[in-house]
C-alpha cells in the first residue's frame, strides 16, 4: 500500500466528546488524549470493533472507503467528502476515472480516449490539485475504470462493440450500447487508462462491468460478438481479459482489483456473465464482491425480504465468500461494496443503522476492510465510527 503524506485532523467536537488533535498517517506518532476524551455519543458496543472469527490477509490498516462518483470528486462535494474522511474511519476514496457512459475523469493522453472523444466530456480539469487533496489527507486514492459498459467506445469503435443480429449497435434494456468483451482491445485500453491513473497519482485500480451483460437470453440471442473465437465461451473471455489487466498492470507494483457480482460467491456457473469465482482469486489482490441487499431476490437465504436484512444477507454471502477462498493460499482479498443507500418499493430506509448493520455482518467475519456504495456519493455521518486513536470508551465502562 501506497502511503501518503501525514496530516492532523481537526477536533471533531460534533462526534467526539473534546478529542484531541490526532493524526491519520499509518505510521505516526499519536498524541496523548485522556479517556474521557474519546468516549463515544450514541455508539452501540455491537459496533466497536469485533475479534474476527477468520484471518482475512496480513495486518494493515485496512482500507475503509467510499464511493465518489467524477461529479462529487470535481466539485464542490469534495470538499465535504475529505470533512467526512477526517472526523471518522473512512481512510479511501473510489473515484470514477471512466464511469459507464465512458466518459473520462480528466483529459487523457490514451490514444483511444482522444480518437473516440473521450476527453471532451471530462469531469474535471484540475486532477493534480484534487488528488494533492487527497493525499494531504492520508485519504488512499483508487481509480474506479468502467470496462465493457462503454457506449461512447461502442459508438466510435464499431469493430470493437457488440452488434444486432439486425444491423446497428445492440443495445440493453435501459438503451445502453456495450462493447464485445472478447475483444483484447477493449482490455488494453481500459489498462491504458488505468496506468496513466496510477501516473498520475493514483494509488490503486479497481475494474468495473469486467463481465458480459446481465440480460435474458431473448435479448443475448440477438447479440453479435464479432470478436469471439469458435467455441469460446463468455467465463474465457472474461478470464482473457482479466489475465490482460493484471500482466499490463502488474511492472507498476499496484493492487489490481475487480468489482463483480455477489452471487458470483454461490453460483455454480458463471451467472450468464462470464464471472467465476475462483477466475478472480486467484488474478487478482482484492475483490470486491456486490453484496447489496436490495439486489437479492426474495428467498435468498431463506428470506421473505432480503432488503430488510442487511446483516444476515450479508453475512451468509461474505460466508460462502469466504468458503469459496479457502482452498487458496493466496487467495485475493475480499472488500466488499456495502449498500449505502435506499432502493425499492418495499422498502427499508436505509439509515445509519442498515448501514452499520452491514459493517458489522463483515467484520464479525474478519473482514475489516469494505466500501460503501451510493451513486449520488451522499453518506451519512452516523454510518462510520469517529477517528479515534486510544482506547475506546464505550457506554457502561467497557473497553
Known amino acids: 500500500m501506497l502511503v501518503a503524506p501525514m496530516r492532523f485532523a481537526g477536533q471533531v467536537g460534533a462526534i467526539l466528546l473534546g478529542a484531541a488533535t490526532v493524526s491519520r498517517g499509518l505510521f505516526a506518532q499519536q498524541l496523548p488524549a485522556s479517556p474521557d476524551s474519546m468516549r463515544l455519543r450514541g455508539v452501540e458496543l455491537r459496533y466497536v470493533l469485533p475479534e474476527p472469527l ?12 467510499l464511493y465518489v462518483n467524477a461529479w462529487a470528486f470535481g466539485g464542490s462535494k469534495l470538499a465535504q467528502l475529505v470533512s467526512l474522511a477526517d472526523s471518522t474511519e473512512i481512510n479511501a476514496f473510489v473515484v470514477d476515472v471512466k464511469d459507464d457512459t465512458g466518459c473520462l475523469l480528466y483529459p487523457s493522453d490514451v490514444k483511444v480516449a482522444q480518437d473516440i472523444g473521450a476527453t471532451k466530456c471530462v469531469r474535471t480539469r484540475d486532477v493534480h490539485s484534487k488528488l494533492d487533496t487527497l493525499h494531504a489527507h492520508d485519504i488512499y486514492a483508487i481509480a474506479r475504470i468502467v470496462v465493457a459498459k462503454d457506449p461512447l467506445l461502442a459508438q466510435n469503435k464499431a469493430k470493437w462493440s457488440v452488434q444486432h443480429r439486425d444491423g446497428g449497435l445492440w443495445h440493453d434494456r435501459i438503451g445502453m450500447a456495450w462493447v464485445d468483451a472478447y475483444n483484447d482491445s477493449v482490455w488494453i485500453y481500459a489498462a491504458q487508462l488505468a496506468a496513466e491513473a496510477i501516473r ?7 475494474f468495473d462491468y469486467v463481465r458480459f451483460p446481465d440480460e435474458p437470453k431473448e435479448a443475448m440471442a440477438q447479440a453479435i460478438f464479432a470478436a469471439r473465437k469458435p467455441g469460446e465461451t463468455q467465463r474465457a473471455g472474461v478470464q482473457a481479459g482479466i489475465a490482460i489487466l493484471a500482466k499490463r498492470l502488474q511492472p507498476l507494483g499496484v493492487p489490481v482489483t475487480f468489482d463483480i457480482f455477489g452471487l458470483t460467491a454461490s453460483a455454480t456457473g458463471d451467472l450468464g456473465i462470464g464471472q467465476v469465482w475462483e477466475d478472480f482469486i486467484t488474478v487478482a489482490d482484492v475483490v470486491l464482491p456486490m453484496v447489496y441487499p436490495s439486489h437479492y431476490y426474495r428467498g435468498s437465504y431463506g428470506l421473505a425480504w432480503p432488503n430488510g436484512e442487511p446483516y444476515r444477507v450479508v453475512r451468509n454471502a461474505l460466508s460462502e465468500a469466504i468458503e469459496r477462498s479457502r482452498p487458496y493460499a493466496r487467495a485475493a482479498t475480499i472488500r466488499p461494496y456495502l449498500q449505502a443507500f435506499t432502493l425499492g418499493r418495499r422498502k427499508p430506509r436505509y439509515t445509519p443503522h442498515e448501514i452499520r448493520e452491514q459493517i458489522r455482518a463483515a467484520e464479525e467475519l474478519g473482514i475489516k476492510t469494505w466500501v460503501l456504495w451510493n451513486p449520488r456519493s451522499v453518506y451519512q455521518r452516523d454510518s462510520l465510527r469517529p477517528y479515534r486513536n486510544t482506547a475506546l470508551t464505550v457506554p457502561g465502562g467497557a473497553q
Open 54 to 65: 477468520f484471518d482475512n490477509g496480513p495486518a494493515a490498516e485496512p482500507i475503509k472507503a
Open 200 to 206: 498520475l497519482g493514483f494509488n490503486e485500480v479497481q
